[in-house]
T-cell receptor
Framework: GAVVSQHPSWVICKSGTSVKIECRSL??????MFWYRQFPKQSLMLMAT?????????EQGVEKDKFLINHASLTLSTLTVTSAHPEDSSFYIC???????????FGSGTQLSVL | GQQLNQSPQSMFIQEGEDVSMNCTSS?????WLWYKQDPGEGPVLLIA?????ELTSNGRLTAQFGITRKDSFLNISASIPSDVGIYFC???????????FGTGTRLTIIP
């Protein structure tokens, strides 16, 4: 099946710093990528939809200036958590969908811990 | 957004037992997906359902898309240790590519 690679797997940072998470589709072109956040023992909550070459669409309650998304190519989307604070600590997961494909494939996630 | 209600929230079973879990929604939709998530990993797609009444199997897993389009169930037969994890249902609205995930069912196998 399709492979989506997410990097890094985990990151620890100091409060106030910015962290970039990468999501790559390795064997297909992803016209659309999605970014989710998952708190412990909770479900995945969609943060934003990223379309190649256009601005991301953010879900209600998600600050677009805090969670910067860039989808500059058909195989790469990045999520930057700017000025991270402890409450941003969470498991961030990306998913990718190819053109004409109904199915989504997920990355392995990034555990962010902000001290 | 609307959440999908999964039940049970957690299950504790012995190896070899069959498992059944379901997912319900207050609105209709055209796609049901079932995922499994291991700790510290992203979800992995198990089964996709596209038609009301559709019954689909993937090895020991069987899932059905409810006739009313508002529910789905997932069965696991003869459970094995590697079945441990969290199972999520997910749905997609008509003409909308975004997924909404259920609340999850955590499966634990008692030795």
């Amino acid at each position: 099946g399709a492979v989506v690679s997410q990097h890094p797997s985990w990151v620890i940072c100091k409060s106030g710093t910015s962290v970039k998470i990468e999501c790559r589709s390795l064997d297909f072109q992803a016209t659309t990528m999605f970014w989710y956040r998952q708190f412990p023992k909770q479900s995945l909550m969609l943060m934003a939809t990223s379309n190649e070459g256009s601005k991301a669409t953010y879900e209600q309650g998600v600050e677009k200036d805090k969670f910067l998304i860039n989808h500059a190519s058909l195989t790469l989307s990045t999520l930057t958590v700017t000025s991270a604070h402890p409450e941003d600590s969470s498991f961030y997961i990306c998913s990718a969908r190819g053109s004409g494909d109904e199915k989504l494939f997920f990355g392995s996630g990034t555990q962010l811990s902000v001290l | 957004g609307q959440q999908l209600n999964q039940s049970p929230q957690s299950m504790f079973i012995q190896e070899g037992e069959d498992v059944s879990m379901n997912c319900t929604s207050s609105s209709i939709f055209n796609t049901w997906l079932w995922y499994k998530q291991d700790p510290g990993e992203g979800p992995v797609l198990l089964i996709a359902l596209y038609k009301a009444g559709e019954l689909t199997s993937n090895g020991r897993l069987t899932a059905q898309f409810g006739i009313t389009r508002k529910d789905s169930f997932l069965n696991i037969s003869a459970s094995i240790p590697s079945d441990v994890g969290i199972y999520f249902c997910a749905r997609r609205y008509f003409g909308n590519e975004k997924l909404t995930f259920g609340t999850g069912t955590r499966l634990t196998i008692i030795p």
